[in-house]
């Protein structure tokens, strides 16, 4: 049952962080992608994971720059959006899973594609 409770939270949260990035004044921000949020159980802390696509690593330590100065403005969103009594402390870092998945995929593609050739 907790469970089902901070998925709902957790996704919850993403949407609404998507739309405090959206709603910033500052273009670098605007267009981030939230790929997923982690709670802890008491809702205090939340993990944000964002996309790094085609950014390089000088941009995305400005845009966790940006994003550390811009917490307060965020966390003031969060809190006339969702009504709820404590916002978490929000935390933020760019999610390698995605890039690790996607080198996997490529590795499993070439290896297909040589034991077709040898076939």
């Given amino acids: 049952m907790n469970n089902i409770k901070i998925l709902k939270t957790q996704s919850l949260l993403q949407e609404v962080l998507q739309e405090a990035f959206f709603a910033l004044n500052d273009n670098r921000l605007n267009n981030l992608s939230v790929v997923r949020v982690e709670c802890s159980k008491g809702k205090e802390f939340a993990r944000v994971f964002l996309d790094n696509t085609g950014l390089i690593e000088s941009e995305q330590k400005e845009i966790l720059k940006l994003l550390k100065k811009a917490n307060g403005i965020i966390r003031q969103y969060l809190q006339s959006s969702l009504s709820w009594y404590k916002i978490p402390n929000l935390s933020y870092?760019?999610?390698?899973?995605?890039?690790e998945l996607t080198k996997l995929d490529l590795i499993f593609k070439k290896i297909h594609k040589e034991v077709s050739n040898n076939e």
């Fill in 93 to 99: 870092e760019f999610d390698v899973e995605v890039e």
